[in-house]
């Protein structure tokens, strides 16, 4: 079990580091507590979906959508019901255990009984666990597909690879080209609905920032509004990419006191024509500075700490080795 411990940590360390490193400075409240119950799916729509193939889960906005682990989970179910004699105990037990997993998210469970239970409304998602489930089914996938080659060899091996191969990558890929082709279209609706139910903005960026500039989320989140010399100023004209986003088209002066619509959190830096400016924090948390040359262009980025490019090497170490490890084993045992 500690081996097991220590193997999901090292594996995990890419997002648990960081995670920490944010947390540990104090400024995030306890994400919002919801009715699991509310999240719970009717066991007919969590079929129906995974047979629709969809990646959307209940995001589709068709009010029967369920998450779930997709037609290849549901596939490896039936195939694993047939050949079910043909595993192992502890395939077996996995079985049981990814049946429990994928009927867990349903309304058969009567999550009504914990709607007042704070421990586990802090969950948020009973369908949160299907991550552990599409790992299990995949093992069982694997298994099957093991013994579907070996069962059929008398037909060809190469021919019973290519229409396994089929099965899962032609269902993969027609989601995947749905997704592509709707993509921006489902986007916009899930903003347009989150904004509308939702009095932080959107899609619940609440549980993101820090406690102290929930007042002000709606002015930074949909108008952009910060200040320039205490007077209003909307940073409409910006560039989004990874870790960075640039304000341009600005009028700043030396030593103007400038508010970006930034919430202040770890490891953020301002720049200028390249130079770091040195950062404070307002009230509200809003990331505040003096520029010490006229601009007109503000780039505000997240440098990734020691502790995030150690959580990152820790993490690729380790899937390194659980997957060439089992390999040269597996040669050597040849």
Known sequence: MLKAVVTSFCASAIFILPFVEQEY???????????????????????????????????????DEAFTVGFIG????????????????????????CIVLVIFPTTLLPWTLFNHVSLINVIQFPFRELGIASFLLSFLGGKEVIFVVNHFE????????????????????????????TNQLMNNCAIIESMKGNEYSTLNLDNYIPTRGLSTLND????HLGKINNHNYYFKNYVSSPNLITYRGLMIKKDDKVELPFYNIKNIQVIIAG??????????????FKPDRDTNRVEVKYIPSILDRLGELITVITWGSLIIVPLFKGKSRN
């Not at 549901?74 to 255990?97: A, D, N, P």
């Not at 770091?276 to 505040?288: F, K, L, S």
């Open 25 to 63: 400075t104090g400024i995030f409240s306890q994400p919002a507590p919801m009715k699991v119950s509310f999240y719970a799916s009717p066991l007919f729509n969590v079929v129906k979906s995974m047979l629709n193939n969809n990646l959307f889960g209940n995001y589709n906005w068709g009010g």
């Open 74 to 97: 549901l596939v490896v179910l039936v195939v694993g019901g047939i050949v079910f004699s043909h595993f192992s105990k502890l395939e077996r037990i996995i079985y049981f255990i």
């Open 220 to 223: 930074v989140s949909n108008d």
């Open 154 to 181: 008398k037909y060809g091996e190469y021919l019973t690879v290519i229409f396994v191969l089929l099965l899962i990558i032609c269902p993969w890929y027609s989601s995947v080209t749905t997704l592509r082709a």
């Open 275 to 288: 130079k770091r400016q040195a950062v404070g924090t307002d009230n509200n948390g809003h990331v505040t």
